[in-house]
């Protein structure tokens, strides 16, 4: 049972450059949020969605675009990378619901992305 | 806004020195709150949740407790292992990020042999 998988795990791009981030989840997890790490900032909610072929604006969307076109996957885009995109990114999922555990964020190993 | 906020930001900490990490939070409406341990290079891996003003849970050497505007975590007796940085996030009832959760920054912990 892999649970999240985040590829790649680390990229350098140049400015204006693109590139699209994987997040893969074998739970049936209905939920799945994409964040960013910065030092003294925390985790930052990016872009979610709540099932396959939905995607919702986070609290720091500017720059990123998403797609949610099968259920286990949700790919987090940068069209012209930006310095100020250099980050951890985590992907997470979790199952719809108020019951015990259902709330329950699990997260990939995240991925490192430099942009020069 | 929800706001959650650590303290301290580090603590190091001798073997066997037990401590608290404190996490304070403003929130609409309590739905949980979770506290997340992490280790450098890899993502945040879950440890409790507690939903209610005078909730316990505790696995292992840690316990965390929560009041109306506060959780704590305790350490009793910390091994090296622990070193980890602990994240604290809260869950608002408002629904907002389809019920995503708001972090705080984290209190990085170092224990000493």
């Known amino acids: 049972n892999a649970g999240v998988t985040q590829t790649p795990k680390f990229r350098v791009l140049k400015t204006g450059q693109s590139m699209t981030l994987l997040c893969a989840q074998d739970m049936n997890h209905e939920y799945m949020y994409w964040y960013r790490q910065d030092p003294g900032m925390g985790l930052r909610l990016i872009h979610y969605s709540v099932g396959e072929g939905t995607t919702a604006k986070g609290e720091v969307p500017d720059g990123y675009n998403v797609s949610r076109l099968k259920k286990q996957n949700f790919l987090l885009g940068l069209e012209s990378a930006a310095p100020s995109q250099t980050s951890v990114y985590f992907c997470a999922s979790r199952r719809p619901g108020l019951l015990s555990g259902a709330n329950v964020l699990t997260f990939g190993a995240g991925s490192r992305l430099t942009v020069l | 806004e929800d706001q959650v906020t650590q303290s301290p930001e580090a603590l190091r900490l001798q073997e066997g020195e037990s401590s608290s990490l404190n996490c304070s939070y403003t929130?609409?409406?309590?739905?949980?709150l979770f506290w997340y341990r992490q280790d450098p290079g890899k993502g945040p891996e879950f440890l409790f949740t507690?939903?209610?003003a005078g909730e316990e849970k505790e696995k292992e050497r840690l316990k965390a407790t929560l009041t109306k505007k506060e959780s704590f975590l305790h350490i009793t007796a910390p091994k090296p292992e622990d070193s980890a940085t602990y994240l604290c996030a809260v869950q608002a009832s408002s629904g907002g990020g389809a019920d995503g959760l708001t972090f705080g920054k984290g209190t990085h912990l170092i224990i000493q042999p």
């Open positions: 929130v609409s409406g309590l739905r949980g």
């Open positions: 507690l939903y209610s």
